[in-house]
C-alpha cells in the first residue's frame, strides 16, 4: 500500500497523524553507542516502509480469517465484512475530510454504505445501481432539511465518499453472484496481495525512479514492473487452476488488477497529501486506518468485475 510522508510539524493533520497534541514533545533518543543499541533492540521499531511489521502480520491475519471463512463456508459473513468495512471506511474518510471543514453527513451516509453491499449480492448489478441512487437521493433531501451552513459542500462530500468507498467496494460482491464466485474473489485478492507483496520487494531493493514523486515519493517504477511480475504468476495460476479459463485471461486480469491498484493506492495518497494526514485513522495497529488497507481494493474490485463479466460467462 502507499504511504505518504509524515505532515510538516504545526500543520492540521500533523496531530492527527501521529497521535499527539501541540504541546507534547518527542523524548529525545540516547545518543552515542548506547542510545544506538536500544534504538536497534526496539521490537516495534518501523520497517523501512515505515510500518510495524510485526503488528501490522498478526493484524492482517487476524482479518485473513474471517474473510477465508466466508468466501469459503459462510457467504453471508464475507458480506457482513464487506458491510462493516464499508461503514467504517466512511467514517475514516469523514474524519479526514473534516480536517479542510468539508462536513461529510456522517448518518445518511454511513446508512447507504450499510445498505449497498447487501443490494449488491441480493440484486447484482441492478440491485447495486438501485441502491447507489436511492442512497444519493436520500442524501440530497438529508441536506436539504439540514439548516447548516455550506450545505451544497456536505453534499458533494457525503456523495465523494459514498462513491468511493461503499459503492466501489460492493462491485466484489457482485462478483460473488457468478458460479464459483468465491473464486473470483479469490483470485482478485491474491492479485492484490502479490501486487502489495512483490512491489514492495522489488520497489525496496531496486526501486530508484519514483512514479509519483509530489504524491507518493517511496513507490518507485521498479516496484511496478515488480507487482506486474509477481502478478503475472498469479494469476496465471490461478486462471487455469482456480478458475479453468485460459492463461491469458489470468495475465489480462493481472494488468487490470495491478493498474488499478496502483491508481487507487495514488489516489488515497494524493487525498492524504492534501489534507496533511499520514493515515486514515489508526484502528489497525501497523497498518493504519482501514481505508488504508482498502485504497487498493476499492478501485480493483469494479474493474475485475467489469473485465470478468467481458470475457467470462456467469456473471449477472
Known amino acids: 500500500m502507499a504511504d505518504v510522508d509524515p505532515p510538516e510539524a504545526g500543520s492540521p493533520g500533523a496531530d492527527l497523524a ?3 497534541r501541540a504541546h507534547e514533545k518527542t523524548p529525545p533518543r540516547g545518543r552515542g553507542l548506547l542510545g544506538r543499541r536500544r534504538s536497534r533492540a526496539d521490537p516495534t521499531r518501523a520497517s523501512r516502509a515505515g510500518r510495524n511489521l510485526p503488528a501490522a502480520t498478526g493484524v492482517g ?33 469523514g474524519r479526514a475530510l473534516a480536517i479542510r471543514r468539508l462536513r461529510v453527513p456522517l448518518v445518511p451516509t454511513i446508512a447507504g454504505a450499510a445498505v449497498l453491499p447487501s443490494a449488491a449480492y441480493f440484486g447484482g448489478g441492478e440491485g447495486l445501481a438501485a441502491a447507489i441512487v436511492g442512497s444519493l437521493l436520500v442524501l440530497f433531501v ?21 462513491l468511493w468507498v461503499p459503492f466501489m467496494l460492493s462491485f ?44 507518493s515519493p517511496k513507490k518507485s517504477w521498479e ?3 515488480g ?14 487452476f482456480l478458475l479453468g479459463q485460459p492463461i491469458w485471461l489470468g495475465l489480462a486480469l493481472a494488468v487490470a488488477v495491478v493498474a488499478a491498484a496502483t491508481a487507487g493506492d495514488l489516489a488515497e495518497s ?47
Open 18 to 20: 501521529t497521535g499527539t
Open 61 to 93: 491475519l487476524a482479518l485473513l480469517l474471517p474473510v477465508l471463512v466466508g468466501l469459503l463456508f459462510f457467504p453471508i459473513v464475507f458480506v457482513g465484512m464487506v458491510t462493516i468495512f464499508g461503514m467504517v471506511g466512511v467514517w475514516e474518510v
Open 142 to 162: 438529508w441536506q436539504s432539511l439540514d439548516p447548516a451552513p455550506e450545505g451544497a459542500r456536505s453534499l458533494v462530500a457525503g456523495a465523494f465518499t459514498l
Open 172 to 215: 466484489a460482491l457482485v462478483l460473488m453472484r457468478a458460479d464459483d464466485g468465491f473464486l473470483i474473489i479469490a483470485t482478485l485478492l491474491l492479485l492484490v496481495v502479490a501486487n502489495d507483496t512483490f512491489g514492495y520487494l522489488i520497489g525496496s531493493f531496486f526501486g530508484k525512479h519514483a512514479m509519483a514523486p509530489k504524491i
Open 223 to 225: 516496484g511496478f514492473g
Open 227 to 240: 507487482s506486474i511480475g509477481g502478478a503475472f504468476v498469479v494469476g496465471g495460476l490461478c486462471a487455469v
Open 270 to 316: 494524493m487525498i492524504k497529501r492534501e489534507l496533511g494526514v499520514k493515515d486514515m485513522s489508526s484502528i489497525l495497529p501497523g497498518h493504519g486506518g482501514v481505508m488504508d488497507r482498502l485504497d487498493s481494493i476499492v478501485f480493483a474490485a469494479p474493474t475485475a468485475y467489469l473485465l470478468s463479466a467481458t470475457l467470462m460467462p456467469g456473471l449477472r
